[in-house]
């Protein structure tokens, strides 16, 4: 898996655009395929049991017809004057029975036989009936010597008695006179002939079954190489074993309600299914072949930019600076490769401009090594000033001046970037104290100093200002009342918090933060937000509370660690 899964990787990417194409376009169709195919297959079966069941259902309409037939042939002689005349004379003599025998009855009997081959024959039994005449008239009491006598119910309707083993129909119907039995009229039918129509269904790999009301086989026809329902002895287990195994549709009959079963076994069903299947596959496979055409075309389509781009970025790499793919397109690729033209530009500017930042390095240098020597300068020029105000007595401008040596010896702070809390409020101090000169005092200052946080490290330079924007836009536009400035350090969830209050005019919210996002001349409140936010994350952004009349409070945080290097 690894191995296929690295070549893959090594793959040319219009390489794996293709497969990715023809995926993609593969994994719906087969969905669809399969759900076509389950479809089809369903309806596959569906048909075949349709056809199934018309087949049988025709059968056992071609066999009823035949059945009423009979059956109303057997009322009608059951009916007819001449057979009840003969039922109910008793006291004829036997000339005159024998007359009648001859002339009426015997061709009443037997001329239905002319007309309907299945008919064997067709007997009279009869209490009136002395003795036995042909095949057609017999004394009641021989019934008893019918194959069929002893399956009679004593119901008056037509009763049909089948013997499968030896092949026998019998329609009998029992005549009576009040609660005694008179007469027994009988049709015997052949079997084959009955159930040809059946037989004729049966063809290769099915079956057919009978079932009478009382659970008896009547017929049962089939042509299975191998079947378990012919084992069967009994007709239940017959029942279970053709609904377990095979697939069969069943109908019922009228006149004789019996249940006619045809059935077959599922393989032959799933093989019209299969039939299905192999000529869906050359379809299938044609599909298969244009998506994989398509998904190469596509894929060179869609990868010609990237490969000129890459052959072009190989001869750059090999130290030609010449481009030679081009785009005017709009999409991704497009964009790609204008971005790489305009890289390659700014590549060949830069290297003509190399000279003149060698220039520049060289004046940045020199600068450097002035700015080395300037603070000392300033330091020692400070220095005389104070001296010389101290000998001329003039108390404020050496305070002004001290204050003012102070400010710029702990903000230049021999050039580190982070100062320690305790450095960073003596130079505030120096910056305030120079502010209350210069305003005479107008202004109170309110310190709160948590001695833990002395020693923690936050940038340079961060503190002034907010200090200056609090006295420019917080107390110095106040005209009324007390104006007190508060400065606190403290630490608060693991971090050092500078808070600088102001009860100056207040602004609303909105006014408030915006003050972060302006970028004002000279190092102002955003420079010192965005120094924050690169230092510390979008977290450790500075925070501005304000409302309108009731002051200004501004909120740093810088994360709480132990100081290593003093500065």
């Not at 008893?144 to 119901?155: A, F, M, R, Y």
């Not at 964009?335 to 890289?343: D, G, I, T, Y």
Request: aromatic share 8%.
């Amino acid at each position: 898996m690894k191995r296929l899964l690295k070549k893959y990787n090594d793959m040319k990417y219009r390489y794996k655009l293709t497969i990715l194409l023809v995926v993609v376009s593969l994994v719906p169709m087969t969905v669809l395929a399969l759900y076509s195919h389950s479809r089809m297959s369903s309806l596959v079966r569906k048909n075949e049991m349709e056809d199934m069941y018309s087949i049988l259902e025709q059968t056992r309409e071609n066999i009823d017809g035949q059945i009423e037939i009979y059956a109303s042939l057997l009322n009608y002689l059951t009916y007819s004057p001449e057979i009840q005349e003969v039922i109910q004379n008793k006291d004829m003599d036997r000339y005159t029975a024998y007359e009648q025998y001859t002339e009426v009855v015997d061709p009443l009997l037997t001329v239905p036989k002319s007309y309907h081959e299945a008919i064997l024959g067709i007997q009279l039994f009869a209490e009136s009936i002395p003795v036995r005449h042909e095949y057609t008239l017999a004394p009641l009491s021989e019934v008893e010597g019918e194959w069929w006598s002893d399956k009679l119910d004593d119901s008056v309707t037509v009763q049909w008695i089948v013997d499968r083993d030896n092949r026998q129909i019998a329609a009998v119907r029992e005549i009576y006179d009040g609660k005694t039995r008179e007469a027994v009229l009988c049709i015997t039918l052949d079997y084959g002939k009955v159930f040809r129509p059946l037989a004729n269904i049966i063809e290769r790999n099915s079956g057919g079954l009978v079932v009478d009301n009382r659970q008896n086989i009547v017929y049962h026809g089939e042509n299975l190489a191998a079947s378990d329902i012919s084992a069967q002895k009994e007709t239940g287990k017959m029942l279970d074993r053709l609904r377990e195994e095979y697939t069969y549709v069943s109908s019922s009959g009228h006149e004789t309600r019996w249940t006619y079963y045809f059935y077959k076994p599922p393989a032959v069903i799933e093989s019209s299914v299969s039939k299905v299947l192999i000529s869906e596959i050359p379809l299938i496979g044609f599909c298969v072949v244009i998506i994989i055409v398509l998904g190469m075309t596509f894929s060179t389509l869609f990868t010609r930019k990237i490969e000129q781009l890459t052959r072009n970025m190989e001869q750059v790499n090999q130290g030609s600076r010449e481009v030679t793919v081009y785009s005017d397109s709009r999409d991704e690729v497009g964009q790609l490769v204008r971005s790489f033209r305009h890289m390659m530009d700014e590549i060949n500017r830069l290297i003509e401009e190399v000279y003149e930042n060698k220039i520049a390095l060289k004046e940045f240098e020199l600068k450097a090594l002035t700015a080395q020597i300037n603070p000392h300068f300033l330091y020692n020029s400070l220095s005389i000033i104070n001296w010389m105000a101290i000998k001329s007595r003039q108390k404020e401008i050496s305070r002004v001046t001290l204050a003012l040596s102070t400010f710029y010896r702990t903000a230049l702070s021999k050039g580190a970037d982070m100062v320690t809390v305790e450095n960073c409020i003596r130079n505030i101090e120096a910056y305030l104290e120079i502010q209350l000169i210069m305003h005479d005092n107008d202004f109170k200052v309110e310190w709160s100093v948590d001695p833990s946080v002395q020693q923690e490290l936050v940038p340079k330079l961060a503190l002034q200002p907010i200090v200056e924007n609090a006295l420019e836009h917080g107390l110095d536009v106040k005209e009324e009342g007390e104006k007190i400035l508060r400065l606190s350090f403290f630490e608060e969830a693991g971090d050092v918090v500078i808070r600088v209050e102001d009860n100056g005019m207040g602004m609303e919210q909105e006014q408030a933060e915006k003050l972060i996002t302006y970028q004002a001349k000279g190092y102002g409140l955003k420079n010192v937000n965005d120094r924050m936010c690169i230092l510390y994350g979008e977290d450790y952004a500075i925070r501005i509370l304000s409302k309108v009349g009731q002051g200004t409070r501004v909120d740093m945080r810088i994360p709480k660690e132990v100081k290593k290097d003093e500065t």
